[in-house]
């Protein structure tokens, strides 16, 4: 048997708040959305490359406050086009070294769910 990779489930309560957050301000592309009926919870998936999210608003699907780690190619340059765009409720500080050799940012969802997006300091420099 060999697993694929796994698509992380996030917690969320506010629909037009994550989908400001996920599409316009991290860039990732709506796959799709499902409802059970009209004005029953959202269940959407997101992509940004090979990275998969699936955002719930379903009591039980996930944890508010959980947290993933996305590898990015240059995590630097991702945080500088991520200010850029002036968004009102996440600004990203400069990437961190941490002890386990990468550069870091952390940015945090309106659920309160924690992005580590992340570059290998080998390939920052």
């Keep these: 048997m060999t697993c694929g990779p796994p698509t992380p489930v996030l917690r969320s309560f506010d629909e037009a ?34 990275c998969a ?36 409720n996440a600004r990203p500080g400069e990437p961190e070294r941490t002890p386990w050799g990468t550069l870091e940012i952390v940015i945090t969802d309106p659920a309160g769910n924690r992005l580590t997006f992340y570059t290998e300091a080998l390939l920052a420099g």
Excluded at 21 to 46: A, I, K, N, Q, S
Excluded at 58 to 81: E, L, N, Q
């Design 53 to 88: 999210l699936h955002i719930s608003e379903h009591y039980g699907d996930a944890t508010p406050g959980s947290g993933v780690r996305i590898p990015v190619d240059d995590v630097t340059a991702y945080m500088a086009a991520l200010r850029a765009k002036a968004f009102g």
């Design 17 to 50: 708040r994550a989908k400001a957050f996920y599409l316009d301000f991290l860039g990732f592309e709506l796959v799709f959305e499902h409802r059970f009926e009209p004005g029953l919870p959202l269940y959407m998936g997101v992509r940004n490359g090979t």
